[in-house]
């Protein structure tokens, strides 16, 4: 089983500021996918393929990575964005999703 | 457009077997795959398993020897069936669109409680 952590378990931004966050994965994976969970909400694909934003995502996320590691920028937070992040991959099964990020405003 | 809807039971006993619906519309299951995954209160994503546009299943090694996924493609639904429920096994439970899991339901919440 491939695991994924995710870093850091919990933050804190500024509106404005840039936020990175983290997913390393225990195995090389091929591409890692990024959600956003509000509350009890269903989580919201933002990126697909590791770099690629999902429809009516705005331009201020952003993916990267390679190999075990990815990442998801937020290049100027908003009030909006606070909320939890996963990753997950889709490389082999069992699927899984990394922890999560509980991003919030401050 | 893309709607999948979660339907079940929201208080089962324990030991007892759980039985969920999701009906979608918008979409055929003979070309799309459709997953559940669960959130217990206050804690991660973990995917239980998938059943794939050719009717073929995956399931979590975790919880396999307890899962069955199926559908009705003629209904529009998926359906789960989860045996020798435990409390560990309340969650939020989803299900979902393809993978990467592109289009989810609202949820229904399981509750395990004697």
């Known amino acids: 089983e491939i695991v994924l952590t995710q870093s850091p378990t919990t933050m804190a931004a500024s509106p404005g500021e840039k936020v990175t966050l983290t997913c390393l994965a225990s195995?090389?994976?091929?591409?890692i996918y990024w959600y956003q969970q509000k509350s009890s909400a269903s989580p919201k694909l933002l990126i697909y393929y590791t770099s690629s934003l999902a429809s009516g995502v705005p331009d201020r996320f952003s993916g990267s990575g390679s190999g075990t590691s990815y990442s998801l920028t937020i290049s100027s937070m908003e009030a909006e964005d606070a909320a939890i992040y996963y990753c997950l991959q889709l490389t082999s099964t069992p699927l899984t999703f990394g922890s999560g990020t509980k991003l919030e405003i401050k | 457009q893309v709607q999948l809807k979660e339907s079940g039971p929201g208080l089962v006993q324990p030991s007892q077997t759980l039985s969920l619906t999701c009906t979608v519309s918008g979409l055929s299951l003979t070309s799309n795959s459709v997953s559940w995954i669960r959130q217990p209160p206050g804690k991660g994503l973990e995917w239980m398993g998938v059943i794939w546009s050719n009717g073929g299943t995956d399931y979590n090694s975790a919880i396999k020897s307890r899962l069955s996924i199926s559908r009705d493609t003629s209904k529009s639904q998926v359906f789960l069936k989860m045996n020798s429920l435990q409390t560990e096994d309340t969650a939020m439970y989803f299900c979902a669109r393809g993978a990467p899991f592109d289009y989810w339901g609202q949820g229904v919440m399981v509750t395990v409680s004697s």
């Open positions: 195995s090389s994976v091929n591409y």
